[in-house]
Structures are given as structure tokens and as C-alpha cells.
Nanobody, 124 residues
Framework: QVQLVESGGGLVQAGGSLRLSCTNS????????MGWFRQAPGKEREFAAA????????YYADSVNGRITISRDNAKNTVYLQMNSLKPEDTAVYYC?????????????????WGQGTQVTVSS
């Protein structure tokens, strides 16, 4: 069973930083590719970043590339999303997710497990 819990969201001014965390309280954490998605009001959930099982490979959406960094600590069953130079358009609920498959990591429909989400609000 995979149970994901996000934390670290909040209100920040434009140009600021936040670090989101996602902890899996279940088993087999290290066997999943982990991803972060975000969903703004009235918009579809969109891919932000993903990281391979061993953390040897990372993937980013063009919209956030260069401003965010995904990382994971398998010993702590935790994946992180460091976000810098935040913009008001980054305002969204951020979700952590786990995918069993080895492909499709940018497609939210392919993910198997989801956290409840954490709100990030960036003020101008």
C-alpha cells in the first residue's frame, strides 16, 4: 500500500521559494517513479516534475524548468520539490503521485497513487 502525504505549501510573495515534501507511509516506496503535478482553479492537472526510482534521472515541464528541483530520499521515503523564483501563475494545489509503470510519467492518468495535495499561493 502506498500512502502519500504532502506538506510545505503556503503563501509566498513572487520571487520567493518553497520546498514541498511528500512522505510515503506505506511500503515499496523505492520501486515507484515519483511525480509532482499541480492544478490551478479551472484548469487541468499538469505535470511539473518526476524522478526515477534511484533518483538518477529527473524530468521537468518546460513551464517550471530551471526554477524547480525534484529530489528524493529513499531512506526517508520522501520526495521533495524545491521551488524558486515563484510567480503568481505558479499558484495551484500541488500533488505528489507515484507510478508503477516505467513510462507515461508526464501523464497524470497513468499514476497509481496520489496524495491529498498542498496549496501553494504566490502573491504579486
Amino acid at each position: 500500500q502506498v500512502q502519500l502525504v504532502e506538506s510545505g505549501g503556503g503563501l509566498v510573495q513572487a520571487g520567493g521559494s518553497l520546498r514541498l515534501s511528500c512522505t510515503n507511509s506505506g511500503r515499496t516506496y523505492s520501486s515507484h517513479v515519483m511525480g509532482w503535478f499541480r492544478q490551478a482553479p479551472g484548469k487541468e492537472r499538469e505535470f511539473a516534475a518526476a524522478i526515477s526510482r534511484s533518483a538518477g534521472a529527473t524530468y521537468y515541464a518546460d513551464s517550471v524548468n530551471g526554477r524547480i528541483t525534484i529530489s528524493r530520499d529513499n531512506a526517508k521515503n520522501t520526495v521533495y520539490l524545491q521551488m524558486n523564483s515563484l510567480k503568481p501563475e505558479d499558484t495551484a494545489v500541488y500533488y505528489c503521485a507515484a507510478i508503477v509503470a516505467r513510462t507515461g510519467y508526464t501523464d497524470y492518468l497513468k499514476y497509481d497513487y496520489w496524495g491529498q495535495g498542498t496549496q501553494v499561493t504566490v502573491s504579486s
